[in-house]
Each structure stands twice: as structure tokens, then as C-alpha cells.
């Protein structure tokens, strides 16, 4: 072997020194060398993209779960019109507020017709219930409350503001859980009804009610420009009246202290009756029977008039929204009667020797005015048959006399009637 030669690093043998291979032990004498591969452009990218996509992944969770904290400990805040669900734990409440005495549904408006000097007053109701069962929930509901109070939203240049009063319980209807009484004019602004419930766990619930005013004619008769001497002539001035006024107008027939010998029936339209007295104490009276059954219902007013029979038929049978002041009711088999669908409330009226005073016998599911007061039930067979009465508000006689009747109240359909104040004698 000539030339420069180095050892094989396995064996020692010695290998010319530009051998690569040693035959002797049949190992490689130069070292390997790991090649390295170039990264190719795009797939930095993808790296990239990756390691940005998921900060973006990280703080979106962070974003959600901070959210979720906020909504957690934030109150929710409910508005709507006429009703709300509200959730709380495992209960779901329905909230709604109606001018209806029944539970027929939320009114998130209400327009009330109105005569231009006449003041009203009308009851916004709370009913709630659950919203799975649809039974009255207002205990439970009411439980979770912390503060409740009712405001009325109106122009500051109204002619004559509306008022309303803080929400109270009332007893004359289980169902109702609260009630705010609304006063107002013919000559209101329209406004709006507010109902706020602060609930103890921080939430706020607002419930509202839009209410508008629709003016209406009032007709007013009276004997100075009418003729209303005999009994022929009121009934003919009444239908006259239902050919010439307009349906929407309020009806008023100022009668004279006449003793009108006959009744009269007031069918195709509402009017009210307003007898009078003379200097010697002498009243409006007829002595037929007088039926008001109109098509269409307004209210009738029907005050200081002598209802006076010969022992049999009906005094006064109504069929219509009434409301009877300051009546007297004598010698009839049934003195007042209310049938039909519809509500009346006898008041200061006296009813004296009938077989049956005061009769309610209506199927409808609307009530009124309930406090029937100040009346007086005087050698009646019986004072008052309540054969079917709408709703199941409370009818209280209070101020009322009862003496010498064969059977005071008669109630066969069970109705609900506070006597705490009324007279036994």
C-alpha cells in the first residue's frame, strides 16, 4: 500500500486515506450526515393560521363564558303590552292586565266611550297564571315580588288628567290578583298604563295598557220640548228616538211627575229614564210594566221612578247593562227583574209588598257595579232571588234593611253575598 493511509475507526486496519469502506471488517469508515429537507412556504402558513385560529377559539370561549357570567348575575328587564311570560327557576309565569272582569285575555288597549262632561272610572285587572297548567298562580307569583306600584303616562297639557290608584288586592274575584282603579273624563288625554313589579332576585317587569277616549252624543228629552203627558206619548217618543239617533249616542228622557197609567217597552236601542218629582212630593210612576230589552246596549240609568202594580207580573225587567237609583217597587209579582246576559245594581231603591222583590236571573259573564246599597226589602214574600248571577264577585247588601219578609235571600245558584252590614229586623 503506497501513499497516505489512516486507520479504519473499527478494526484499525490500515486504509488508504481515501478509502470509504474497510474489507476487513466490512464497515463504513466516513460518517453519515442526515440530511435536512426544506420547509416548504405554505405550510408555515398553515401554522400560522392554525396558532391565530385557535386565539381567536380562546377568547371567543372567553367571550361566551363572560357572557354567561354577565347574564347570570345581570336582572333581566321584561316590557310588553298587555302580558308577559316570566320565568323563574322551574315556573313559568303569564302576566296580563284586561278591563274585563272575567279572565278572557290580555287588552293591551282599551278605548272607552265617554261623554264629554262625565266622569268614569274603570278596574285594570292583573290575573296570573301558569303557563303550563293555565291555573291562577297569583300566590306563588306574588311571593316573588318585592315592590309593585301602577302610573299613568299622559300629556301635561291633558284638560282633565287621568288618575289611578296603587294596585290592591280585592276579594270580590279569586282569580284577580290585583286591580288599579283608572279615573278619568270625556275630556282626558289618552294615556298609557304602566304596571312595574320589582322582584326580589333584582328583575323588573313592566306591564302597559294604551287607553283611548271615543267621545259620544248625548241626547237629552225633556217634557218642555216633547210631549210626555199620557202614556202613549213616551212610548212614541222612544221609537222615534230609535229611528233618528245615532246608535253610539248616550239617551237620556227626562220624564215629568206624571202617573202614567201603563208601562212601556224600550226595545231597539238603550235609553236611560229619569223621572222627576212636583212640589207636592208627587214622583214619575207607571203602573204596567216596563221592559227595557234593546238590541243595542248602552248603559241605562233609571232613576226616581215609582214602579206600582196590581199584584201580578214584573215591574222593571232589564236586559241591559243597568243601573237602577232611588226606585220604588210595590204590588208586583216581581218588582225588578235582570235577565238576559246582563249586569244591574240596584241602589237606595225600595221594594215593599211583592211576592218577590228583587230577582236576578242572567247567564252572562259580565259584572259591574256590586255593592248594592241602601236598599230596603219591606213585607216581601221574598226580598231577593238570586237565581243566576255573572261572575263570582261578591254582591254586598251593605247599608241595606231587611224586615218583614217572608225569606230574606233566597240564593239557590250558590252565589257569593257579604250581609255583614246590612239590617235584619
Request: glycine share 8%; aromatic share 12%.
Amino acid at each position: 500500500m503506497s501513499g497516505r493511509t489512516r486507520p479504519c475507526p473499527h478494526c484499525g486496519t490500515a486504509l488508504p486515506e481515501d478509502a470509504s469502506f474497510c474489507p476487513h471488517c466490512a464497515q463504513p469508515v466516513r460518517p453519515r450526515r442526515e440530511v435536512v429537507v426544506p420547509v416548504r412556504m405554505w405550510w408555515k402558513k398553515v401554522r400560522l393560521a392554525l396558532w391565530l385560529a385557535g386565539l381567536v377559539l380562546l377568547a371567543a370561549g372567553g367571550l361566551v363564558l363572560g357572557m354567561a357570567l354577565y347574564q347570570a348575575v345581570t336582572p333581566n328587564v321584561y316590557d310588553a303590552y298587555g302580558e308577559v311570560v316570566y320565568s323563574n327557576g322551574n315556573n313559568s309565569y303569564h302576566l296580563y292586565l284586561t278591563f274585563q272582569d272575567n279572565a278572557s285575555g290580555p287588552q293591551p288597549e282599551y278605548t272607552v266611550q265617554t261623554e264629554k262632561y262625565v266622569a268614569y272610572d274603570r278596574a285594570s285587572n292583573l290575573f296570573i297564571t301558569h303557563v303550563e297548567s293555565g291555573h291562577n298562580a297569583s300566590p306563588m307569583f306574588l311571593q316573588l315580588v318585592d315592590t309593585f306600584y301602577a302610573q299613568l303616562i299622559q300629556p301635561e297639557d291633558s284638560p282633565s288628567p287621568m288618575t289611578c290608584s296603587q294596585p290592591m288586592y280585592q276579594a270580590y274575584d279569586d282569580d284577580v290578583a290585583l286591580v288599579t282603579i283608572v279615573n278619568l273624563s270625556g275630556q282626558s288625554s289618552p294615556a298609557e298604563l304602566i304596571w312595574t313589579f320589582n322582584m326580589k332576585n333584582g328583575d323588573t317587569i313592566r306591564l302597559r295598557q294604551k287607553l283611548y277616549l271615543e267621545q259620544v252624543e248625548t241626547l237629552d228629552y225633556y217634557p218642555e220640548d216633547y210631549p210626555m203627558d199620557t202614556i202613549e206619548d213616551p212610548q212614541v217618543l222612544v221609537d222615534q228616538i230609535a229611528e233618528e239617533a245615532s246608535p253610539s249616542a248616550m239617551v237620556y228622557l227626562h220624564l215629568p211627575p206624571v202617573h202614567y197609567e201603563g208601562g212601556l217597552t224600550i226595545r231597539r236601542r238603550g235609553v236611560s229614564l229619569y223621572g222627576s218629582v212636583d212640589e207636592k212630593n208627587m214622583r214619575t210612576s207607571f203602573t204596567g210594566p216596563v221592559v227595557i230589552a234593546p238590541e243595542k246596549k248602552p248603559v241605562s240609568f233609571i232613576q226616581n221612578i215609582d214602579f206600582r202594580g196590581s199584584g201580578s207580573g214584573v215591574g222593571l225587567t232589564l236586559s241591559a247593562e243597568s243601573r237602577v237609583e232611588n226606585c220604588f217597587f210595590s204590588g208586583w209579582d216581581t218588582g225588578l227583574l235582570v235577565t238576559g246576559d246582563d249586569w244591574c245594581d240596584p241602589v237606595g231603591c225600595w221594594f215593599e209588598n211583592n211576592n218577590t222583590g228583587f230577582c236576578f236571573d242572567s247567564a252572562g259573564d259580565y259584572a259591574n257595579y256590586t255593592r248594592f246599597e241602601c236598599n230596603t226589602f219591606r213585607n216581601n214574600g221574598t226580598a231577593v232571588l238570586l237565581q243566576q248571577v255573572p261572575t263570582n264577585r261578591t254582591i254586598d247588601f251593605i247599608g241595606s234593611r231587611f224586615t218583614g219578609n217572608g225569606v230574606n235571600i233566597d240564593n239557590p245558584c250558590g252565589h257569593p253575598v257579604d250581609i255583614s252590614y246590612a239590617t235584619f229586623e
